[in-house]
């Protein structure tokens, strides 16, 4: 299933996040690791601290896993909704953003 999701990023976790992105943390997580790196370089920021981004998803509960394993260190009020297809998402790179965030 394809779902739109939203959520809210916390500045002083951005640095943390993208290391784990980058470090092969999550790329290396089975079932959905190679998933979650994908969405995040293809996620937008869409409002004040807000990032919208599209994922595909077989769980019962929307991205349950994803949450409990990655989401929910690092991001806040996820909110998922199920769509027909992808659709295009306007706003600033989100990858960038974390990348430029992240530099020491």
């Not at 990023?9 to 190679?34: C, I, S």
């Not at 998933?35 to 601290?49: L, P, Y």
Request: hydrophobic fraction near 35%; include cysteine; charged fraction near 25%.
């Amino acid at each position: 299933m394809e779902y739109r999701v939203r959520a809210k990023f916390v500045l002083n976790m951005l640095p943390a996040f993208y290391e784990a992105l980058v470090d092969g943390t999550v790329a290396n997580q089975k079932p959905d690791g190679a998933e979650i790196v994908s969405s995040m370089k293809q996620a937008r920021i869409t409002g004040q601290n807000t990032i919208e981004w599209f994922e595909t998803c077989y769980c019962p509960s929307p991205l349950k896993h994803e949450r409990e394993t990655v989401y929910d260190k690092y991001l806040a009020s996820i909110e998922t909704d199920l769509v027909e297809e992808c659709g295009e998402i306007e706003g600033e790179s989100f990858w960038s953003f974390l990348e430029n965030h992240s530099k020491t």
